[in-house]
C-alpha cells in the first residue's frame, strides 16, 4: 500500500513538472516572436534614405519608390543593378557631371532631368524636352511615383582669383532636396562661399574638397562647422594631386562639433 502511495506520488509530481515545463516553455517562444515583430517595425527602412556612391560626384539616392540620380556620368554600365530612376539631377557643365550619352542611355521614359540652363543648352532637342530648367536660388515642388519632393537650387562657384576660371557664380547648381522629413544638400562644385555657410537645418550634406577645382579640406571643413548639419559626406575628393585628406577633414570637424556626424563612403573603388 505505501509503495503504491509513493509510486502515485512520484507520477503526480513529474506531470505538475511537465506541464511547468511547457507552460515556460511555450512563454519562451511567446517572447521570441514578439521580439521578431518588432526587430521586424524597427528595421522597417521605407522612409530611410538610401546612399549608394558610383564614383567622385556620382550618386544614386532612394527613398520609398524614388529613385534620383546625381549628376550621372560614365557611361549607362555604371548604373547595373540599381533601380531605374524618376528623377536626374545635373549641377554643371563638366565632364565629371555632365554626359550626354549616360544621359541618353538611363532615361527612361517618365524621367524628368533637372537641370541649369547652362546644360539645357549642351543638350540635344529630344533630352532638352524632358529637362526642367532650375537656375541659382529657386525652388519647387514637385511629385514623383506618389512622393513628393521639394527641390531648392543653391549656387557654386569659386572664390579664389586663380579659381574663377572653373565656376563662375550663376552658370551650375547646389541642390537642398527635401523628402521623406530630411534637406540633402549637394554642394556641387564650389568653395566654401557665403550661401553655403547660411545654410539652416540640414540633416545630410554632400560637400566637395579638391584642387585646384573646388576647395581644400580645411575650407570645406570651416564652411560645414558654420551650417551645422546633422551628418555630412565628403565626396568629390579627387584633384590633380590624388585624393584629399578626408580624414583630416572629420578630425578637423569632430574636434570642435563632435555633434556633426561625419560619414566616409567608398567613392574610389
Known sequence: MRNSIFITAILALCFISCKTDKKESATTETIIENNVDVETTTSDTSSE??????EHATMVLEYKNVVVYVDPVGGAEKFAGQKP?????????HGDHFNEETLS?????????IAPGAVAELLPKPLRDRTLVLNNSQNRDYTFDGVEINIETVPMYNLREEALKFHEKGRGNGYILTMGGKRIYIS?????IPEMRNLKDIDMAFVCMNLPYTMTVESAASAVLDFKPKQVYPYHYRGQGGLSDVEKFKTIV???????EVVQLDWYK
Open 49 to 54: 534614405i538610401k546612399i549608394t556612391p558610383i
Open 85 to 93: 530612376p524618376s528623377i536626374i539631377l545635373v549641377t554643371d557643365i
Open 105 to 113: 542611355g538611363i532615361l527612361g521614359n517618365a524621367v524628368k532631368i
Open 188 to 192: 556641387g562644385d564650389t568653395e566654401d
Open 254 to 260: 569632430n574636434d570642435k562639433n563632435d555633434a556633426i
